[in-house]
């Protein structure tokens, strides 16, 4: 198996070499965002079936239509006039702009009239590729622009809605093991040959924080990773927005569920054309490398700059409440069509795999069609204790057996792959 493009692998063994082991995280930041040769940022498919793995933009427009039905709604509750502004960040091939912004010139012209979408985006290759599906669009009127990270919006100064579809899963992350004398953290070294992974005391008294926080001691020899550029983003996120909301998809857990001992080895996978991989440590900056999301972390963070959670739900619930099913009216039930929407809904796939989460901040919690139909209990998340209420470790509320999301140890993917994790939920039109 080849190590991966000879580039930025020259480039990693010469930087092992000068400054010693890597935190996991900065070799995953280098193989998936090195400027010269990371995956996200060269050229070449990576999303949709002709790249690497697919996403539900890629498998229906319904999707981002109805992702815009709801920030159509929630607007009325947070600007009901003047300029409101829709933030999408890691935007991918531009999809959900097109065919959000295609869907609002058809149905809902006067609210397009008002608004500004802004795309925050840190990969020229995928500015590019959002550029030119967006042209006609743009070459029409439409407010559309580009900022290469949240430090270019100025804080407090967003009245509009944050919106992210399979970004988090992206951002690099540590990584942990359990051991008899406490806590340890793998890096990454170079034998000469090969990268090998290297155990150690954690480079950062944030992830033995991260766990406190939480409430939760992972068993003996139990793996897992540790998202810390999440929850830094999730503050810059809040810290940008005056009222609104923050819309976060993406594929995870709740984090009694994600770091469950059934989930001995983490969540860490590779994907590549499709198949799946193990090893991050092979076709290192040719494969995307992933990890699911804590979202108990995410909401905990929001909650530090003042975003409250508004909901969390999954994707077919939150497909459901926004009137997928009217959708179905008068298709042939055996057309690719039909086939494509029920992709989105499979409670043995992307319907459950996919979770939804929205704050609110500057406003009540607004009623979004997208969360009348939640399939977790109200602590699913955990307790979220108040900002003025100090936070004890011992206090965690784990979902029993029955209760919020399951212990399935599978790690899904946006690529729709068989035995995927399950729950009892069978809505499918």
């Not at 590019?128 to 439409?142: F, I, N, W």
């Not at 407010?143 to 988090?168: K, M, Q, R, Y």
């Amino acid at each position: 198996m080849e190590l991966g493009h000879p580039g930025l692998v020259q480039k990693l063994v010469a930087r092992l070499e000068r400054e010693g082991p890597l935190s996991f995280a900065a070799f995953m930041e280098a193989v998936l965002y090195d400027p010269d040769f990371g995956y996200y940022m060269t050229a070449g498919p990576r999303i949709g079936r002709e790249g690497d793995y697919y996403t539900s933009l890629d498998v229906h427009p319904i999707f981002a239509e109805l992702v815009g039905r709801q920030v159509a709604q929630a607007a009325e509750a947070i600007a009901p006039s003047g300029e409101f502004t829709i933030v999408e960040m890691g935007a991918g091939k531009g999809l959900l702009a097109k065919h959000l912004l295609t869907a609002y010139r058809r149905d809902n012209p006067d609210f397009l009239a008002r608004l500004r979408y802004l795309l925050v985006e840190r990969s020229p290759v995928m500015v590019e590729t959002q550029k030119q599906r967006l042209r006609e669009l743009r070459d029409a009127g439409l407010s559309v622009a580009w900022v290469p990270d949240l430090d270019a919006i100025p804080a407090d100064s967003i009245t509009g809605v944050f919106l992210s579809n399979e970004l988090v899963d992206a951002f690099p992350v540590h990584r942990v093991v359990k051991r008899p004398l406490g806590l340890r953290e793998i890096f990454v070294g170079w034998d000469g040959s090969r990268f090998v992974e290297i155990e150690a005391p954690p480079c950062s008294s944030a992830l033995e924080a991260y766990f406190a926080r939480l409430g939760i001691s992972l068993e003996a020899g139990q793996e897992a990773e540790v998202n810390l550029a999440a929850l830094e983003w999730m503050r810059l996120v809040g810290a940008r927005l005056r009222r609104g909301l923050v819309v976060t998809i993406d594929y995870g857990h709740a984090a009694a569920d994600l770091l469950a001992p059934a989930r001995k080895t983490g969540t860490l996978l590779g994907y590549y054309r499709h198949t799946v991989s193990d090893s991050p440590y092979v076709r290192v900056g040719q494969q995307d490398l992933t990890a699911h999301v804590d979202f108990t972390s995410l909401a905990l963070a929001g909650q530090d700059v003042g975003l409250e959670v508004t909901g969390f739900t999954n994707q077919l619930h939150f497909l459901i409440g926004l009137g997928i099913e009217s959708a179905f009216a008068g298709l042939d039930p055996e057309s690719p069509q039909v086939a494509a929407m029920r992709e989105l809904l499979r409670p043995d796939g992307m319907g459950t795999t996919y979770k939804v989460l929205v704050q609110h901040k500057g406003m009540l919690a607004p009623q979004l069609d997208g969360l009348r139909s939640r399939p977790y209990f109200k602590d699913a998340l955990m307790r979220l204790p108040s900002p003025h209420d100090p936070l004890h470790s011992g206090e965690q509320r784990v979902p029993r057996e029955g209760q919020g999301e399951g212990h399935n140890a599978q790690n899904p993917h946006p690529n729709p792959l068989p035995d995927r994790e399950r729950e009892n939920i069978s809505v499918v039109p």
